[in-house]
T-cell receptor, first 114, second 111 residues
């Protein structure tokens, strides 16, 4: 089966601009997660979708970040306006509907805000 | 504060030797997972150990879990150059599904 895909692989934008990241989970995976790794720090959870519903968005840093998953398929993560501290690698992961299962990660999107 | 802390932060060994990485965590967990990340790539799931398990094997990987000490170890036997990567432990805490990661161990296998 195809893995989790993310687009773009890299994005370089200026402070104040808007960027939208996309994640396509593995087909049939109801659960979709966003994580990010800021330079030199650990990978941190952002939010979790179950189908199209936000199950847990406790990791979203502020209201400049907006995640959507219309139709319960792919998801987008928009950063508007971007700030310097948003630079990092944004990972998406998906998993099946049962608990205690492994999460399959995409290759990540490297975001650089200048 | 972060849930997982890994030790060592960096490890360099010769090919063929065994590599051991440790992970400690703070709260009660459902399971603990180990991931590998090659440079510039995504995270690859290696192994999952549930809170009621003490040891698990997968090929050259051996994972142990000590819930009384809130710690886990990942052993890679007979290391290969291709094992060079960053290794992360991640816990799933009780009542949640999100992964909480440690900072990772950077493993370098020298030929």
């Amino acid at each position: 089966e195809a893995g989790v895909t993310q687009f773009p692989s890299h994005s370089v934008i200026e402070k104040g601009q808007t960027v939208t990241l996309r994640c396509d989970p593995i087909s049939g995976h109801d659960n979709l997660y966003w994580y990010r790794r800021v330079m030199g720090k650990e990978i941190k959870f952002l939010l979790h979708f179950v189908k199209e519903s936000k199950q847990d968005e406790s990791g979203m840093p502020n209201n400049r970040f907006l995640a959507e998953r219309t139709g319960g398929t792919y998801s987008t993560l928009k950063v508007q306006p971007a700030e310097l501290e948003d630079s990092g690698v944004y990972f998406c992961a998906s998993s099946r509907s049962y608990r205690n299962n492994e999460q399959f990660f995409g290759p990540g999107t490297r975001l650089t805000v200048l | 504060s972060q849930q997982g802390e890994e030790d060592p932060q960096a490890l360099s060994i010769q090919e063929g030797e065994n590599a051991t990485m440790n992970c400690s965590y703070k709260t009660s967990i459902n399971n603990l997972q180990w991931y590998r990340q090659n440079s510039g790539r995504g995270l690859v799931h290696l192994i999952l150990i549930r809170s009621n398990e003490r040891e698990k094997h997968s090929g050259r990987l051996r994972v142990t879990l000590d819930t009384s000490k809130k710690s886990s170890s990942l052993l890679i036997t007979a290391s290969r150059a291709a094992d060079t990567a960053s290794y992360f432990c991640a816990t799933v805490i009780q009542g949640a599904q999100k992964l909480v990661f440690g900072q990772g161990t950077r493993l370098t296998i020298n030929p």
